[in-house]
């Protein structure tokens, strides 16, 4: 059984209301924070809006043709779908949960319980 939950938080009515830059990345926001949204092969991928390692704005990098988000200052390159840094450099891009479904683009953060703290 997980001890984590997940909140939803609406981005968008649509994911034809999200404005995509060309490389199929943006920036959004969801309570109140920051994230950087991604476009591949009909799928999303939401993560942290800064990288790990120099702060660079990751929707201002690209995405590979293996489906990673690399970022525009080091060319450092994590996998979208779990944040795993491919290049050996060691750092973590922090992931978080996409839906979307008719009633919104919805990205969620894990909440974690109490009881994982005793």
Known sequence: MSDKTITWHKIAENIAAIDFQSNGMCVVEADGKKLSLAKHQNELFAFAYKC?????????????????????????????????????????????????????????FEEKSFFNFL
């Open 52 to 108: 790990p390692h120099a702060s660079g704005i990751m929707a201002d990098g690209f995405i590979d043709a293996l489906g990673n988000a690399v970022c525009p200052l080091h060319r450092y390159k994590f996998s979208l779908k779990n944040g795993r840094n491919i290049t050996g450099e060691g750092y973590f891009l922090k992931t978080y949960a996409v839906k979307n479904t008719d009633e919104g683009v919805f990205i969620g």
